[in-house]
């Protein structure tokens, strides 16, 4: 099973422990420091932010997935291994709720544990979703089929796809979130050619199975 993987992409094994846990211990501060301002956002009224924030609807942006699709998503290939994909993005997830919950409780007054639980699930569950990421940059068809699946999610929380009712953008920033996956994850012309035609047949599917959330 280790070798198989290996030929879609081989691990580096040159990189000092030390640096490894610098590394770690960035993504939690930048973890932290997203969750306490998501929160502020969360809490600050819409017309009391900057009006680019608002012009931008900062506020809606980070409530949906596609911003955190794209963080997992840059961290994860750009690890130095599969594990280290799934480390580093299980921390960046745990530590912005930290900072989400903890901004909550001593700043706002309110810790709603429900949520907490079920978004506490959700990070364990980014860890293994992480560790098959990693191989999106690899070679073949599996890394050409992951890489689509980040794409094609992307294009969905981007835009509207339906043949009855229309083709429309849902929103700006979720427009450039998707390119900036497309330029991410592109490989060699003829597989860059098939990641993004399969991306379009998945995002099409996504919705289909799957209602926009935002």
Known sequence: MKSFLEKIRKPRTDIPLNKQIAETIGIILFGLVLGVLQKWIDGTAANALPVVMQQLD????????????????????YAKSPLR???NTFFLFISMLAGYYLYCNYILGFLPKTYMMIWIVISFATFFMAYICWYAKGEGIIAIFISSMIMGVLLAQAFHLSITQGFYMYHFLEVLTWIMSVILLRRKPK????????????????????????
Request: net charge negative; glycine share 8%; proline share 2%.
């Open 58 to 77: 900062i506020g809606n942006y980070f409530g949906r997935l596609a911003i955190w699709i794209l963080l997992a998503t840059i961290i994860s290939v």
């Open 85 to 87: 994909a799934a480390i």
């Open 191 to 214: 597989e860059y050619a098939m990641e993004i035609g399969l991306s379009v047949v998945i995002a099409f599917v996504y919705q289909l199975i799957m209602p926009y959330w935002g």
